[in-house]
C-alpha cells in the first residue's frame, strides 16, 4: 500500500509547525516530511516538536546534510528521538546543497566519501556497537551510545545523482528524491535497486520515498506553473500533480505504481492555507490512494 505524506515548507515560520503538525494528526495523515534547509530551521528540533505535539504522526527528516552535522551527535539526537517516539520517525542523510556547505564552512571534497563514511558509522552507532573509524572525514574512537534505540531503525539517503543512488542501494535502507522526479526516473531508480540488492543477495525491504510538487483551487496550475519555472524544470508533465482529490491521486499512483512506496505532496511556498493542504491530503486524497 502506497503510503501518504506532506512537506512542512520550511520557509514557514518554525512557530507554524505544531498547529500544521496537529492538523496533519488529527486528519489522520500519515507522515509529515520537514527539510533542514540552510539556514531556515534545523531538523532535530524541529522533528522533536513536532512529534512532541502529535500522538501517531510520523515524521520524516529529509534530509540532515551529512557536512554540517558530526556523526556522533547525529546518532545521540537520532537515538533520544527512536527511543521517546519509537516507530515514527524516518530521517535521511545526504551531500546537503553544496553552496550552503560552503557557506557554513564544512564543504568537503569528496561528498560521496562522506557520505559514505556517515551512513557506515551511523548505522553502527544506532545498532548499539562500539565504533572506531579512521576514515577521510570521519573519526570515531571507540563510540557508543549508552541508549541506543530498542529496534532496528531505517538509515534513509537523499540521492539524485548515478553515484549517490548505488551508494544509497548499497548502504542505505532507502532512498529520498526530490520533487521534479518523473514516474519514468522513480522506475529507473527502482529498477537500479533491485537489480544490485538482488545481485548482493540482499532481500530486506527497500524505500522509495518521492516529493510530488501539489496543488489544489482554482489557481493551482498558475501556481505549479511558477514553481516549476523557479526550480528550472524543463516542463510541468510528470512534475506535478494539479486539480481536485481525484485528479491528484490519480498522479498519485502513477509514482506509486513506478515504484515509490512513499509520496510526499509538496505544496507551493505560496499555498496560503498549509492547514488546509494537510487536511486536504489525508481527508481528500488519501481514500483514494491504493
Same mark, same amino acid.
Request: charged share 20%; net charge neutral.
Given at each position: 500500500?502506497t503510503?501518504?505524506g506532506?512537506?512542512?515548507?520550511?520557509?514557514?515560520?518554525?512557530?507554524?509547525?505544531?498547529?500544521?503538525?496537529?492538523?496533519?494528526?488529527?486528519?489522520?495523515?500519515?507522515?509529515? &516530511?520537514?527539510?533542514?534547509?540552510?539556514?531556515? =530551521?534545523?531538523?532535530?528540533?524541529?522533528?522533536?516538536?513536532?512529534?512532541?505535539?502529535?500522538?501517531?504522526?510520523?515524521?520524516?527528516?529529509?534530509?540532515?546534510?551529512?557536512?554540517?552535522?558530526?556523526?556522533?551527535?547525529t #546518532?545521540?539526537?537520532?537515538?533520544?528521538?527512536?527511543?521517546?517516539?519509537?516507530?515514527?520517525?524516518?530521517?535521511g %542523510?545526504?551531500? *546537503?546543497? =553544496? $553552496? &550552503?556547505?560552503?557557506?557554513?564552512?564544512? +564543504?568537503? $571534497?569528496?561528498?560521496?566519501?562522506?557520505?559514505?563514511?556517515?551512513? /557506515?558509522?551511523? +548505522? *553502527?552507532?544506532?545498532?548499539?556497537?562500539?565504533?572506531?573509524? #579512521?576514515?577521510?572525514?570521519?573519526?570515531?574512537?571507540?563510540?557508543?551510545?549508552?541508549?541506543?534505540?530498542? #529496534?532496528?531503525?531505517?538509515?534513509?539517503?537523499?540521492?539524485?545523482?548515478? +553515484? /549517490?543512488?548505488?551508494?544509497?542501494?548499497?548502504?542505505?535502507? *532507502?532512498?529520498?528524491?526530490?520533487?521534479?522526479?518523473?514516474?519514468? =526516473?522513480?522506475?529507473?531508480?527502482?529498477?537500479?535497486?533491485?537489480?544490485?540488492?538482488r545481485?548482493?543477495?540482499?532481500?530486506?525491504?527497500?524505500?522509495?520515498?518521492?516529493?510530488?510538487?501539489?496543488?489544489?483551487?482554482?489557481?493551482? #496550475?498558475?501556481?505549479?506553473?511558477?514553481?516549476?519555472?523557479?526550480?528550472?524544470?524543463?516542463? %510541468?508533465?510528470?512534475? /506535478?500533480?494539479? *486539480? $481536485?482529490? %481525484?485528479?491528484?491521486?490519480?498522479?498519485?499512483?502513477?509514482?506509486?505504481?513506478?515504484?515509490?512506496?512513499? %509520496?510526499?505532496?509538496?505544496?507551493?511556498? $505560496?499555498? =496560503?492555507?498549509?492547514?488546509?493542504?494537510?487536511?486536504?491530503a489525508?481527508?481528500?486524497?488519501?481514500?483514494?490512494?491504493?
Open positions: 500500500m503510503t501518504l506532506a512537506v512542512f515548507l520550511p520557509h514557514l515560520p518554525p512557530e507554524r509547525l505544531l498547529g500544521i503538525a496537529r492538523t496533519a494528526d488529527e486528519a489522520g495523515l500519515e507522515e509529515l &516530511w520537514l527539510w533542514e534547509d540552510c539556514f531556515l =530551521q534545523g531538523g532535530i528540533a524541529a522533528s522533536a516538536a513536532a512529534l512532541a505535539a502529535t500522538s501517531r504522526l510520523r515524521i520524516g527528516i529529509g534530509i540532515l546534510p551529512a557536512p554540517l552535522r558530526n556523526v556522533a551527535l #546518532a545521540m539526537e537520532l537515538a533520544t528521538l527512536h527511543r521517546m517516539f519509537p516507530g515514527r520517525l524516518l530521517a %542523510v545526504g551531500h *546537503g546543497v =553544496q $553552496d &550552503w556547505m560552503g557557506q557554513a564552512g564544512v +564543504r568537503v $571534497d569528496s561528498p560521496l566519501t562522506l557520505l559514505r563514511e556517515q551512513i /557506515t558509522a551511523l +548505522r *553502527g552507532l544506532l545498532g548499539g556497537e562500539t565504533v572506531t573509524m #579512521a576514515g577521510r572525514y570521519v573519526h570515531l574512537d571507540g563510540v557508543r551510545l549508552d541508549h541506543p534505540p530498542l #529496534a532496528p531503525v531505517p538509515i534513509l539517503a537523499g540521492a539524485s545523482g548515478p +553515484r /549517490t543512488l548505488r551508494l544509497a542501494a548499497e548502504l542505505a535502507d *532507502g532512498v529520498i528524491l526530490t520533487g521534479g522526479t518523473t514516474p519514468e =526516473q522513480v522506475r529507473k531508480v527502482h529498477e537500479t535497486v533491485e537489480s544490485y540488492r545481485n548482493q543477495g540482499r532481500r530486506s525491504a527497500y524505500k522509495i520515498i518521492v516529493y510530488l510538487h501539489a496543488a489544489t483551487g482554482s489557481d493551482a #496550475a498558475a501556481r505549479l506553473e511558477i514553481e516549476c519555472a523557479r526550480w528550472g524544470y524543463p516542463a %510541468v508533465t510528470d512534475r /506535478t500533480a494539479c *486539480g $481536485d482529490a %481525484v485528479a491528484i491521486a490519480s498522479q498519485v499512483r502513477r509514482w506509486a505504481a513506478a515504484g515509490a512506496g512513499t %509520496v510526499v505532496l509538496q505544496p507551493t511556498p $505560496d499555498d =496560503q492555507n498549509p492547514d488546509d493542504f494537510v487536511r486536504f489525508a481527508r481528500e486524497v488519501r481514500p483514494l490512494v491504493l
